[in-house]
T-cell receptor
Framework: KQEVTQIPAALSVPEGENLVLNCSFT??????LQWFRQDPGKGLTSLLL?????REQTSGRLNASLDKSSGRSTLYIAASQPGDSATYLC????????????FGQGTTLQVKP | DTGVSQDPRHKITKRGQNVTFRCDPI?????LYWYRQTLGQGPEFLTY????????KSRLLSDRFSAERPKGSFSTLEIQRTEQGDSAMYLC???????????FGQGTRLTVV
């Protein structure tokens, strides 16, 4: 059974700091991995999608890497801003036809001005 | 707005009542998913549609839950005889193909009192 773990559960950093969020999964037979952002009481916003054949994806100040063999992904946020404060979720899509996602519990990030 | 739309955003109901939620996916997306998210947890998969066919249901989806997507467009999720344990955020997502991004709606927050 695929399990996704995110460490740490919560993180507080001063504005301007670079930071890394971690995601690990137990079964390397994934189809892709997606990082999401969730603001309190809101839905999920897709940040980055990495296909299983890719090693990384970049969007603005965000960079996500994927090491499928070791079951790990990281989300790197450069020059953090207070507006980055949110919960960040990673999810893996299993190697099946459905495309359903298995989520981690998330990392809640607070960026202090 | 061409994103995933969910209605209502919030629902408060008494235990034992029936509730129905609606999801309108992105128009060209043929895959539609329902997830449930409780406080402090990542979303959990409930069910998946490809066009109008419901192809997978989670064991979380008890007999009191039913989902439909009658014409392969919008979907409804009904919960009968609600229980306090049904209180959660119900999220809908859609995607075009298995290997493409999943886009989420803003969710319906259900509170059973």
């Amino acid at each position: 059974k695929q399990e996704v773990t995110q460490i740490p559960a919560a993180l507080s950093v001063p504005e301007g700091e670079n930071l890394v969020l971690n995601c690990s999964f137990t079964d390397s037979a994934i189809y892709n991995l997606q990082w999401f952002r969730q603001d309190p009481g809101k839905g999920l916003t897709s940040l980055l999608l990495i296909q299983s054949s890719q090693r990384e994806q970049t969007s603005g100040r965000l960079n996500a890497s994927l090491d499928k063999s070791s079951g790990r992904s990281t989300l790197y946020i450069a020059a953090s801003q207070p507006g980055d404060s949110a919960t960040y979720l990673c999810a893996v899509s299993l190697s099946s036809n459905t495309g359903k996602l298995i989520f981690g519990q998330g990392t809640t990030l607070q960026v202090k001005p | 707005d061409t994103g995933v739309s969910q209605d209502p955003r919030h629902k408060i109901t008494k235990r034992g009542q029936n509730v129905t939620f609606r999801c309108d996916p992105i128009s060209e997306h043929n895959r539609l998913y329902w997830y449930r998210q409780t406080l402090g947890q990542g979303p959990e998969f409930l069910t998946y549609f490809q066009n109008e066919a419901q192809l997978e249901k989670s064991r979380l989806l008890s007999d009191r839950f039913s989902a439909e997507r009658p014409k392969g467009s919008f979907s409804t999720l009904e919960i009968q005889r609600t229980e306090q344990g049904d209180s959660a955020m119900y999220l809908c997502a859609s995607s075009m193909k298995r290997d493409t991004e999943a886009f989420f709606g803003q969710g319906t927050r259900l509170t059973v009192v």
